[in-house]
Structure formats: structure tokens, C-alpha cells
């Protein structure tokens, strides 16, 4: 208790300091006489559930202790686990990374991935594909001599956490003079959301059991909306679920980032509990036109970052929190993030 006590003061002392916005800022927060009865309850239908003597810490306050961040990049790996620090994967790009100077804008939180590799074998010595965030932007042939041209010409002129909401304009090839396999390649990535799910085996046994667990329930909850997005579905318009290395308070298992575009499925605004009784609202699936839709493209406009998350949570964040960009189980859950569209963050 002695620590929790500590952890809040420091919280709080660091949020006037820093001007962060509080917890029940930054999100909005599920109340029932908006947003339903459902909101109240865990999911009664989910079968899946974590090991017996799982456990996590449930006494310290989670919110606004994170580093803050300005853009993240996630290298496909092919592979769920990891060397406890991900820059020592020899001849990986994510070594690369720890070799290079910084972004001029800010710091790069750097994961490792699932994604699959162009060759779907988690081989360093082939080019792979990175997702970078919060551009929502996949950057393709991607080798670890090209990772400072890729620092300097595109990451650095990224949008970041603090950015408004303004469309971007950012190279579509990426030259090295480095590289022996020709220019980097980037795009818009198809997803509308994409959810990030901490797998790291080698730093916590509870992350490595935790992940594939949620990343079925989720999936069992989007597949009826059809959202479901598997790693090689660019379908547009869905989901993309991650496995990615440490991110910290393994502790707090299972981690979960959900980055959204701005009112990703046309239904934020919805009061759900103004509508008829079993009516769900109509999602929007969006009409991708490539030109138009890169013309105006804005990035990601939240991350919200939740912790302890358990299956029977699953439906509820489908429902409030990846749809409607809503916090169910802020006090317990909500460890922090951004929102460009308000301006605010939790550092």
C-alpha cells in the first residue's frame, strides 16, 4: 500500500508539473445511461481463460506512469519472442535502430513485431516491412544499413503524438545509399485500428501466455463485425492485431495499445443507450479510394493503453474502446496515451 500511496503522489505531482491531462480526461468513460447497461458487465460468453495461478499486481495506481513517446515504430519479425532487449537481435533492424541517432522529432519507442517478414521467416538477412505510428504508414524493403536514411528522411518528418490532426505529405520512396536492394517503399496502412498486445516470453512468462489468449478473444468479438484482420488480410477497413516485445509493467499483464484513425468506424458519437433494445449501431466501413484517401490521410488519432486486461474484458473493449474509442474500466485499466483531436496526453 506503502508503494501504491507513492506511485499516486508521483503521479500527481507530475501531472501539474507537465500540464498532462487527468485520467478522466484524456478518454472518454462508459456510463451506463449513455452508453448502455452492457458497459457495467464482463463479457458471459467467454470461454477462454488464463491459467490458474496467473496473477498480476492490482494495488498500484496505473495511469500517467509511462515515458512519453512521439512516434513508434513496429519491424515485422516473423516471430512472438524475443532477446530481452531487441536491439541485441544481431543483424536485425531493430539493432540497427539502437545504432543510429535519434529523430529529430521526438522519441521513437522501437518494437519488434509478428508482422510477418515478405518471406514469412523471421531471417535478418532479408529486407522487411515496418509499421510506423502514428502515420499509420507501412514502410516496405527495409534493410538494417538503409535505418538512418530511413531516421532522417521519414521518421523525422513523420507526424508525432503531439501533432494536430492535419493531413501529412511524406515520401513515397525512400532512397539509401547504403541499401544494396533498392529504395524503401511506403503506403498507407489498410487498418482503421490496430491493437498491440506486449507476447515478450524472455522478459515475463505472463506476457508470453497472456497475448494469444486475448488476441483470440478479440478476434472471436471482431470476426462477427467483420473486422477480424489475420496478418496477411489487407482487407481495408478492419483490425490488425500485434504481438510486440516489451513495453513495460509486465507486471500489469496483459498490455494492450489500441491505436485508432479519428472516429475509426463512423460511430463515436452513438449513445448506445438511446438505441432500440438489441439494436447495434451501423458500422461504417469506409470507400477507399488510394488517391484521395492518402490526400487526407491524418494518422492515428488516439492511443489508448490498457493493462490487466483479462478475456472476459474483451468484449467490452471491442464494443467501447476500439469502436468507439471509450474507456470501460478507467481507474483499473487505463495506464495512459494521446488524443490529437483534443490535444491531450498523459505526460
Known amino acids: 500500500m506503502a508503494a501504491a500511496g507513492l506511485l499516486s503522489i508521483f503521479g500527481g505531482a507530475k501531472r501539474v508539473l507537465t500540464g498532462s491531462a487527468r485520467a478522466s480526461e484524456l478518454f472518454p468513460q462508459t456510463r451506463s445511461d449513455v452508453d448502455g447497461e452492457e458497459c457495467k458487465h464482463d463479457c458471459d460468453s467467454c470461454t477462454v481463460k488464463y491459467p490458474r495461478h496467473f496473477k498480476v499486481e492490482e494495488s498500484h495506481p496505473l495511469y500517467g506512469n509511462i515515458k512519453p513517446w512521439s512516434t513508434h515504430v513496429l519491424v515485422a519479425t516473423s516471430k512472438s519472442d524475443w532477446s ?72 523525422s518528418k513523420a507526424p508525432t503524438t503531439s501533432d494536430p490532426l492535419d493531413p501529412f505529405t511524406l515520401p513515397k520512396t525512400i ?74 509493467g509486465h507486471k500489469y499483464s496483459a498490455n494492450m495499445m489500441i491505436y485508432r484513425r479519428p472516429d475509426a468506424f463512423g460511430i463515436d458519437e452513438v449513445q448506445r443507450a438511446k438505441l432500440p433494445p438489441g439494436q447495434e449501431p451501423e458500422i461504417v466501413k469506409p470507400v477507399v479510394d488510394a488517391d484521395t484517401e492518402e490526400a487526407r490521410d491524418v494518422g492515428a488519432a488516439q492511443c489508448i493503453w490498457l493493462a490487466r486486461v483479462r478475456p472476459e474484458d474483451c468484449e467490452n473493449i471491442v464494443r467501447y474502446t476500439i469502436l468507439q474509442g471509450k474507456v470501460v474500466k478507467g481507474d483499473r485499466q487505463l495506464r495512459g496515451g494521446f488524443d490529437r483531436g483534443t490535444g491531450m496526453m498523459s505526460w
Open 84 to 155: 530481452r532487449h531487441v536491439e541485441d537481435e544481431r543483424g536485425s533492424v531493430m539493432e540497427a535502430f539502437g545504432h543510429a541517432s535519434k529523430p529529430s522529432n521526438g522519441r521513437l519507442m522501437l518494437s519488434a513485431s509478428n508482422m510477418h517478414t515478405p518471406n514469412n521467416r523471421p531471417d535478418y538477412s532479408e529486407p522487411t516491412t515496418l509499421l510506423v505510428l502514428p502515420a499509420f504508414t507501412i514502410v516496405e524493403n527495409v534493410t538494417p544499413p538503409a535505418v538512418p536514411s530511413l531516421i532522417n528522411k521519414y521518421i
Open 175 to 248: 532512397s539509401s545509399s547504403r541499401s544494396t536492394v533498392g529504395d524503401m517503399i511506403a503506403r498507407p496502412c489498410p487498418h482503421r485500428a490496430v491493437v498491440l498486445l506486449c507476447s515478450h516470453r524472455t522478459r515475463d512468462a505472463r506476457c508470453g501466455q497472456s497475448a494469444p489468449l486475448i488476441k483470440k478473444e478479440l478476434e472471436r468479438h471482431l470476426r462477427v463485425l467483420g473486422l477480424d484482420r489475420d496478418l496477411d488480410d489487407e482487407r481495408p477497413g478492419g483490425v490488425g492485431i500485434y504481438f510486440v516485445n516489451h513495453v513495460g
